[in-house]
Protein backbone atom coordinates (compact mmCIF):
# COMPACT_ATOMS: atom_id res chain seq x y z
CA UNK A 1 0.00 0.00 0.00
CA UNK A 2 1.44 3.65 -0.50
CA UNK A 3 1.96 5.84 1.84
CA UNK A 4 0.98 9.42 1.27
CA UNK A 5 4.85 10.10 1.37
CA UNK A 6 4.80 7.61 -1.71
CA UNK A 7 2.29 9.17 -3.09
CA UNK A 8 2.75 11.69 -6.27
CA UNK A 9 2.27 14.88 -5.13
CA UNK A 10 0.10 17.27 -8.09
CA UNK A 11 1.47 19.96 -10.13
CA UNK A 12 1.40 23.22 -8.99
CA UNK A 13 -1.41 25.72 -11.16
CA UNK A 14 -0.34 26.58 -13.66
CA UNK A 15 2.11 23.91 -14.88
CA UNK A 16 -0.95 21.19 -14.24
CA UNK A 17 -3.10 22.70 -17.23
CA UNK A 18 -2.46 21.47 -20.77
CA UNK A 19 -0.11 23.09 -22.94
CA UNK A 20 -2.39 25.10 -24.76
CA UNK A 21 -4.34 26.31 -21.79
CA UNK A 22 -1.06 27.55 -20.50
CA UNK A 23 -0.44 29.61 -23.81
CA UNK A 24 -4.13 30.80 -23.84
CA UNK A 25 -3.21 32.42 -20.36
CA UNK A 26 0.08 33.68 -21.61
CA UNK A 27 -2.01 35.18 -23.91
CA UNK A 28 -4.47 36.52 -21.78
CA UNK A 29 -1.88 38.46 -19.51
CA UNK A 30 -0.27 39.67 -23.04
CA UNK A 31 -3.28 40.97 -24.02
CA UNK A 32 -3.69 42.76 -20.62
CA UNK A 33 -0.67 44.36 -20.63
CA UNK A 34 -1.37 45.92 -24.50
CA UNK A 35 -4.43 46.93 -23.59
CA UNK A 36 -2.58 49.06 -20.82
CA UNK A 37 -0.10 50.31 -23.33
CA UNK A 38 -2.89 51.10 -25.56
CA UNK A 39 -4.34 53.25 -22.73
CA UNK A 40 -0.77 55.09 -22.31
CA UNK A 41 -0.09 55.50 -25.45
CA UNK A 42 -3.58 57.69 -26.09
CA UNK A 43 -1.83 61.03 -23.98
CA UNK A 44 1.39 59.98 -25.08
CA UNK A 45 1.19 59.20 -28.79
CA UNK A 46 5.86 60.42 -29.46
CA UNK A 47 6.20 57.50 -27.06
CA UNK A 48 3.46 55.10 -28.48
CA UNK A 49 2.22 51.30 -28.03
CA UNK A 50 4.83 49.08 -28.73
CA UNK A 51 7.29 50.67 -26.63
CA UNK A 52 4.69 51.10 -23.29
CA UNK A 53 4.22 47.15 -23.97
CA UNK A 54 8.04 46.25 -23.47
CA UNK A 55 8.57 48.48 -21.13
CA UNK A 56 5.38 46.93 -19.21
CA UNK A 57 6.40 43.56 -20.14
CA UNK A 58 10.11 44.60 -18.80
CA UNK A 59 8.84 46.30 -15.91
CA UNK A 60 6.60 42.95 -14.73
CA UNK A 61 9.16 40.56 -15.39
CA UNK A 62 11.89 42.14 -13.29
CA UNK A 63 10.00 43.25 -9.96
CA UNK A 64 7.40 40.55 -10.02
CA UNK A 65 10.34 37.83 -10.77
CA UNK A 66 9.21 34.26 -8.85
CA UNK A 67 5.41 35.06 -8.84
CA UNK A 68 4.75 35.28 -12.55
CA UNK A 69 5.13 31.54 -13.88
CA UNK A 70 6.12 32.77 -17.04
CA UNK A 71 7.94 29.79 -18.75
CA UNK A 72 4.86 27.64 -17.85
CA UNK A 73 2.82 29.90 -19.37
CA UNK A 74 4.88 29.43 -22.71
CA UNK A 75 5.69 33.44 -22.99
CA UNK A 76 8.59 32.51 -25.34
CA UNK A 77 6.58 30.49 -27.74
CA UNK A 78 3.55 33.13 -27.76
CA UNK A 79 6.16 35.74 -28.50
CA UNK A 80 7.21 34.15 -31.54
CA UNK A 81 4.23 33.14 -32.97
CA UNK A 82 1.99 35.91 -32.53
CA UNK A 83 4.96 38.45 -33.79
CA UNK A 84 5.09 36.38 -37.27
CA UNK A 85 1.19 36.49 -36.88
CA UNK A 86 0.97 40.24 -36.76
CA UNK A 87 3.78 40.55 -39.60
CA UNK A 88 1.60 38.29 -41.86
CA UNK A 89 -1.25 40.43 -41.01
CA UNK A 90 0.76 43.55 -41.93
CA UNK A 91 1.18 42.07 -45.18
CA UNK A 92 -2.64 41.62 -46.06
CA UNK A 93 -2.20 45.74 -45.64
CA UNK A 94 0.45 46.15 -48.16
CA UNK A 95 1.16 45.93 -51.83
CA UNK A 96 3.56 43.49 -53.43
CA UNK A 97 4.87 46.13 -55.57
CA UNK A 98 5.80 48.34 -52.85
CA UNK A 99 7.57 45.80 -50.70
CA UNK A 100 9.69 44.81 -53.79
CA UNK A 101 10.69 48.38 -54.45
CA UNK A 102 11.55 49.17 -50.84
CA UNK A 103 13.16 45.55 -50.29
CA UNK A 104 15.16 46.15 -53.14
CA UNK A 105 16.14 49.49 -52.73
CA UNK A 106 17.28 48.57 -49.66
CA UNK A 107 19.92 46.10 -50.70
CA UNK A 108 23.04 48.15 -51.38
CA UNK A 109 22.71 49.96 -48.13
CA UNK A 110 22.23 46.57 -46.20
CA UNK A 111 25.21 44.89 -48.15
CA UNK A 112 27.01 48.11 -46.63
CA UNK A 113 25.75 47.90 -42.97
CA UNK A 114 26.16 43.83 -42.71
CA UNK A 115 29.42 44.51 -43.92
CA UNK A 116 30.64 47.10 -41.26
CA UNK A 117 28.93 45.45 -38.55
CA UNK A 118 30.81 42.02 -39.29
CA UNK A 119 34.56 43.81 -39.89
CA UNK A 120 33.79 45.35 -36.79
CA UNK A 121 33.04 42.35 -34.73
CA UNK A 122 35.00 39.95 -36.20
CA UNK A 123 38.36 42.41 -36.66
CA UNK A 124 38.13 44.43 -32.98
CA UNK A 125 36.75 41.39 -31.18
CA UNK A 126 40.18 39.56 -32.31
CA UNK A 127 42.04 42.50 -30.58
CA UNK A 128 40.03 42.49 -27.86
CA UNK A 129 40.99 38.96 -27.19
CA UNK A 130 37.46 37.73 -27.46
CA UNK A 131 36.31 34.07 -28.93
CA UNK A 132 35.97 33.58 -32.38
CA UNK A 133 32.69 31.96 -32.18
CA UNK A 134 31.60 34.78 -29.64
CA UNK A 135 32.81 37.42 -32.29
CA UNK A 136 30.96 35.75 -35.08
CA UNK A 137 27.44 35.37 -32.89
CA UNK A 138 27.11 38.97 -31.79
CA UNK A 139 28.38 40.12 -35.08
CA UNK A 140 25.75 37.44 -36.68
CA UNK A 141 22.95 38.77 -34.44
CA UNK A 142 24.06 42.40 -34.85
CA UNK A 143 24.01 42.59 -38.33
CA UNK A 144 20.94 40.30 -39.62
CA UNK A 145 18.13 39.23 -37.04
CA UNK A 146 19.49 38.79 -33.57
CA UNK A 147 18.46 35.81 -31.83
CA UNK A 148 17.54 33.82 -34.59
CA UNK A 149 20.34 34.92 -36.52
CA UNK A 150 22.24 33.44 -33.88
CA UNK A 151 20.48 29.75 -33.28
CA UNK A 152 20.63 29.43 -36.96
CA UNK A 153 24.41 30.39 -37.35
CA UNK A 154 25.26 28.50 -33.74
CA UNK A 155 25.00 24.70 -35.18
CA UNK A 156 27.14 25.80 -38.24
CA UNK A 157 30.26 26.98 -36.16
CA UNK A 158 29.35 24.74 -33.18
CA UNK A 159 29.30 26.98 -30.64
CA UNK A 160 28.48 25.80 -26.94
CA UNK A 161 25.84 26.99 -24.73
CA UNK A 162 27.50 29.56 -22.56
CA UNK A 163 28.61 31.67 -26.15
CA UNK A 164 25.46 31.28 -27.50
CA UNK A 165 23.63 32.88 -24.10
CA UNK A 166 26.32 35.86 -24.00
CA UNK A 167 25.58 36.43 -27.48
CA UNK A 168 22.15 36.34 -27.31
CA UNK A 169 21.92 38.34 -23.98
CA UNK A 170 24.05 41.03 -25.58
CA UNK A 171 21.95 41.27 -28.88
CA UNK A 172 18.89 41.39 -26.64
CA UNK A 173 20.19 44.46 -24.43
CA UNK A 174 21.24 46.58 -27.46
CA UNK A 175 17.59 45.24 -28.88
CA UNK A 176 16.10 47.36 -26.03
CA UNK A 177 18.11 50.27 -25.87
CA UNK A 178 17.27 50.76 -29.46
CA UNK A 179 13.36 50.53 -28.87
CA UNK A 180 13.60 53.37 -26.38
CA UNK A 181 16.26 55.75 -27.77
CA UNK A 182 15.66 55.32 -31.86
CA UNK A 183 12.54 57.35 -32.02
CA UNK A 184 13.62 60.30 -29.89
CA UNK A 185 17.18 60.45 -31.99
CA UNK A 186 15.09 60.27 -35.13
CA UNK A 187 12.96 63.18 -34.04
CA UNK A 188 16.11 65.04 -32.69
CA UNK A 189 18.00 64.46 -36.20
CA UNK A 190 14.69 65.47 -38.01
CA UNK A 191 14.39 62.08 -40.19
CA UNK A 192 11.54 61.76 -42.85
CA UNK A 193 9.31 58.35 -42.30
CA UNK A 194 11.04 56.80 -45.02
CA UNK A 195 14.97 58.03 -43.75
CA UNK A 196 13.93 56.64 -40.25
CA UNK A 197 11.94 53.41 -41.16
CA UNK A 198 15.53 52.64 -43.47
CA UNK A 199 17.43 53.50 -40.34
CA UNK A 200 15.68 51.38 -37.75
CA UNK A 201 15.51 48.06 -40.46
CA UNK A 202 19.09 48.15 -40.86
CA UNK A 203 20.61 49.59 -37.78
CA UNK A 204 17.90 47.60 -34.91
CA UNK A 205 18.91 43.98 -34.61
CA UNK A 206 15.61 41.55 -33.63
CA UNK A 207 12.71 42.02 -35.69
CA UNK A 208 10.50 42.76 -32.67
CA UNK A 209 12.61 46.13 -31.66
CA UNK A 210 12.11 46.73 -35.44
CA UNK A 211 8.90 46.87 -34.82
CA UNK A 212 8.84 48.66 -32.12
CA UNK A 213 10.90 51.57 -32.58
CA UNK A 214 9.35 51.56 -36.74
CA UNK A 215 5.64 52.31 -35.38
CA UNK A 216 6.50 54.18 -32.44
CA UNK A 217 8.01 56.99 -35.09
CA UNK A 218 5.27 56.59 -37.11
CA UNK A 219 3.04 54.30 -39.40
CA UNK A 220 4.96 54.95 -42.68
CA UNK A 221 8.18 54.53 -40.91
CA UNK A 222 7.01 51.16 -39.33
CA UNK A 223 5.79 49.79 -42.27
CA UNK A 224 9.36 51.04 -43.75
CA UNK A 225 11.44 49.32 -41.28
CA UNK A 226 9.73 45.90 -41.51
CA UNK A 227 9.87 45.24 -45.23
CA UNK A 228 13.66 46.53 -44.58
CA UNK A 229 14.19 44.14 -41.97
CA UNK A 230 12.56 41.26 -43.61
CA UNK A 231 14.47 42.08 -46.64
CA UNK A 232 17.39 41.98 -44.02
CA UNK A 233 16.55 38.72 -42.47
CA UNK A 234 16.41 36.48 -45.67
CA UNK A 235 20.21 37.55 -46.18
CA UNK A 236 21.03 34.85 -43.50
CA UNK A 237 21.20 32.30 -46.17
CA UNK A 238 23.64 33.02 -47.78
CA UNK A 239 25.78 34.11 -44.33
CA UNK A 240 25.07 30.76 -43.18
CA UNK A 241 25.92 29.23 -46.21
CA UNK A 242 29.44 31.38 -46.24
CA UNK A 243 30.23 30.40 -42.84
CA UNK A 244 29.83 26.83 -43.40
CA UNK A 245 31.71 27.26 -46.08
CA UNK A 246 34.58 28.83 -44.96
CA UNK A 247 34.38 27.50 -41.40
CA UNK A 248 36.07 23.78 -42.60
CA UNK A 249 39.08 25.41 -43.57
CA UNK A 250 40.26 26.79 -40.15
CA UNK A 251 38.64 23.83 -37.96
CA UNK A 252 38.20 19.94 -38.58
CA UNK A 253 34.41 18.83 -38.21
CA UNK A 254 33.76 16.95 -35.39
CA UNK A 255 33.26 12.97 -36.08
CA UNK A 256 29.86 13.51 -34.45
CA UNK A 257 28.10 16.03 -36.32
CA UNK A 258 26.60 14.36 -39.08
CA UNK A 259 24.05 17.28 -40.13
CA UNK A 260 24.61 18.57 -43.66
CA UNK A 261 24.99 22.50 -44.46
CA UNK A 262 21.91 22.20 -46.60
CA UNK A 263 19.92 20.60 -43.44
CA UNK A 264 21.14 23.57 -41.21
CA UNK A 265 20.53 26.42 -44.11
CA UNK A 266 16.83 24.80 -44.57
CA UNK A 267 16.21 24.64 -41.15
CA UNK A 268 17.40 28.49 -40.64
CA UNK A 269 15.05 29.99 -43.62
CA UNK A 270 12.16 32.00 -41.80
CA UNK A 271 9.15 30.57 -43.61
CA UNK A 272 6.61 33.06 -42.10
CA UNK A 273 8.38 36.00 -44.57
CA UNK A 274 6.82 33.67 -47.30
CA UNK A 275 3.28 33.91 -45.90
CA UNK A 276 3.88 38.18 -45.66
CA UNK A 277 4.43 38.35 -49.13
CA UNK A 278 2.05 35.62 -49.73
CA UNK A 279 -0.70 37.77 -47.87
CA UNK A 280 0.63 41.61 -50.08
CA UNK A 281 -0.11 39.30 -53.18
CA UNK A 282 -3.64 38.14 -51.78
CA UNK A 283 -4.00 42.10 -51.28
CA UNK A 284 -2.97 43.11 -54.65
CA UNK A 285 -5.15 40.73 -56.20
CA UNK A 286 -8.09 42.53 -54.39
CA UNK A 287 -8.45 39.54 -52.30
CA UNK A 288 -8.37 41.51 -48.86
CA UNK A 289 -11.31 43.96 -50.49
CA UNK A 290 -12.08 46.56 -48.01
CA UNK A 291 -11.06 45.79 -44.75
CA UNK A 292 -7.43 46.67 -46.02
CA UNK A 293 -7.45 49.54 -43.25
CA UNK A 294 -9.19 47.12 -40.73
CA UNK A 295 -6.59 44.38 -41.40
CA UNK A 296 -4.26 46.86 -40.64
CA UNK A 297 -5.59 47.79 -37.31
CA UNK A 298 -5.69 44.36 -36.29
CA UNK A 299 -1.88 43.63 -37.59
CA UNK A 300 -0.95 46.60 -35.56
CA UNK A 301 -3.02 45.64 -32.49
CA UNK A 302 -1.25 41.84 -32.21
CA UNK A 303 1.81 43.12 -32.77
CA UNK A 304 1.59 45.26 -29.42
CA UNK A 305 0.58 41.92 -27.79
CA UNK A 306 3.75 40.42 -29.16
CA UNK A 307 6.01 43.17 -27.81
CA UNK A 308 4.79 42.73 -24.49
CA UNK A 309 5.54 38.80 -24.50
CA UNK A 310 9.11 40.39 -25.70
CA UNK A 311 9.17 42.48 -22.84
CA UNK A 312 8.13 39.50 -20.08
CA UNK A 313 11.33 37.81 -21.81
CA UNK A 314 13.53 40.80 -20.56
CA UNK A 315 15.10 39.44 -17.36
CA UNK A 316 18.34 41.93 -16.05
CA UNK A 317 19.63 39.30 -14.39
CA UNK A 318 20.30 37.44 -17.60
CA UNK A 319 23.45 40.50 -18.56
CA UNK A 320 25.32 39.80 -15.55
CA UNK A 321 27.39 36.59 -17.09
CA UNK A 322 27.74 38.23 -20.30
CA UNK A 323 30.75 39.86 -19.14
CA UNK A 324 32.10 43.38 -20.17
CA UNK A 325 34.40 42.54 -23.50
CA UNK A 326 31.18 40.97 -25.01
CA UNK A 327 28.67 43.92 -24.28
CA UNK A 328 31.67 45.95 -25.25
CA UNK A 329 32.04 44.62 -28.61
CA UNK A 330 28.60 44.33 -29.24
CA UNK A 331 28.27 47.94 -28.59
CA UNK A 332 30.81 48.65 -31.17
CA UNK A 333 29.36 46.43 -33.60
CA UNK A 334 25.74 47.93 -33.15
CA UNK A 335 27.38 51.56 -33.40
CA UNK A 336 29.37 50.63 -36.58
CA UNK A 337 25.87 49.43 -38.28
CA UNK A 338 23.77 52.29 -36.93
CA UNK A 339 26.47 55.22 -38.40
CA UNK A 340 27.34 53.41 -41.45
CA UNK A 341 23.56 53.37 -42.19
CA UNK A 342 23.27 57.10 -41.36
CA UNK A 343 26.23 57.31 -43.47
CA UNK A 344 24.85 55.80 -46.82
CA UNK A 345 21.57 57.34 -46.73
CA UNK A 346 22.97 60.94 -46.05
CA UNK A 347 25.35 60.30 -49.07
CA UNK A 348 22.27 58.83 -51.24
CA UNK A 349 19.73 61.93 -50.06
CA UNK A 350 17.05 59.52 -48.41
CA UNK A 351 17.33 61.59 -45.29
Known amino acids: MATPRDTALPAPFPEALPSWARLALGGVLCLIIAACAQALAVPLPLIGAPIFAIAIGILLTNTLHGVLP ?64 IRC ?104 IGFGLALPLFEARSADDDVSLARRVYNAFPTFILLFLLASVLRSMGLVGPYTDQVQLFGRWILVVALAAVGLQGHWRAFVGAGIKPLALGFLTWLAVALSSLAMQSWSGEL
Open 137 to 240: LIGMGTTICGASAIAALSPVIRAKAEAIAYSVTVVFLFNMIAVFTFPTLGHVMGLTDNGFGIWAGTAVNDTSAVVAAGFAYSQDAGTTATIVKLTRTTLIIPLV
Open 70 to 133: LKALRIGDLSKLVLKGGIILLGASLDIGDIARTGMNSLPLLFVTIAAGLICSLGIGKLMGIDWR
